[in-house]
């Protein structure tokens, strides 16, 4: 029980240094598997341990409190809602059926695919039946495979201008019933040891180039590989000035429970936006879960 301690009192010092990033990373699968094993415990009348594994378990509510309840302004009631969907698919995904069928279950306004493979590119019209605008980053070849990231709406869409400096990111100008809306496609590396240790904040700083050329409130979604309530979460509150969706229950990795997973798929808002809701979409066959939010007006 001193494991899971330790973890939460790491992820509460708000150390940024690489390592203890990567461990505050874990603090909500530690916190479900902590209080499954203090109820064992005291089940068996293990007093001591139970109540030690109380203690964790309060340490890492705390710590994962700002990931689940991270605020935010309220929503306008009166204002319309857009919906959004977003997702990534795996570069080696083939099931292109479950992909077309999560997109078709979530009836968004906006989809944003991260990851998007050959596979279901090369049936594009299957998976985004009634999305006819679609902005699309090139193929890149990766190590993992053959990827895009594309957004695709129902409303018209304008391209934003591409950044060649590092950032893996697909952004367009949405005509949304809320009025113009900029919406960007966002995939962070991973952390140490897949890449370098500086690489994560680098791109987070060239996001925030990006949000600064533009006009009007914005969303960034996708996958950040990290939790709103680490390294990059925080830089990306502070320095970009956007707020997270509430992150429970977690995205990755699907194959857990989603109790037990990492919210490491985001969704960011500028503060003239609000979040109405926050949902997980039908599995997708990848990795990943997906993510449907509802988006509105902030309230004045």
Known sequence: MTIPLGLALIALSGIGHRGFDILAQFTAPALAGTAIL???????RLRTAALI?????????????????????????????????????????????????SVRAADADVVV?????DAPAARLDEVLAGYPHRIATRRLDRASGPARS???????????RDRPDGL???????QSPLGPVNVLGVHLTRPWPF???WGQISQTMALAAVIDDLDGPVVAAGDFNSVSS????????RDLGLHPTPGFPGTWPAFLPAAFGM?????????????????????TGSDHRPVVTEITRAAR
């Open 263 to 283: 919210t490491i798929d985001q969704v960011y808002v500028s503060p003239d936006l609000a979040f109405v809701s926050r949902r997980l979409g039908r599995a």
């Open 150 to 160: 594309l957004i695709a709406s129902r409303l018209p869409l304008v391209a934003i």
């Open 195 to 197: 890449q370098e240790q």
């Open 113 to 117: 695919l991260i990851e998007l493979g």
């Open 168 to 174: 893996h990111a697909v952004g367009a100008r949405v």
């Open 38 to 44: 203090s109820l064992l415990l005291a089940l068996f």
């Open 53 to 101: 594994g109380l203690v964790s378990c309060l340490a890492l509510l705390a710590a994962v409190g700002p990931q689940w309840f991270p605020g935010g302004p309220r929503p306008d009631e009166g204002a319309p809602l857009l919906r959004l969907y977003s997702a990534n698919l795996w570069a080696r995904n083939t099931d292109v059926e479950a992909i077309a069928a």
């Open 230 to 237: 680490a390294r990059i979460g925080k830089q990306v509150r």
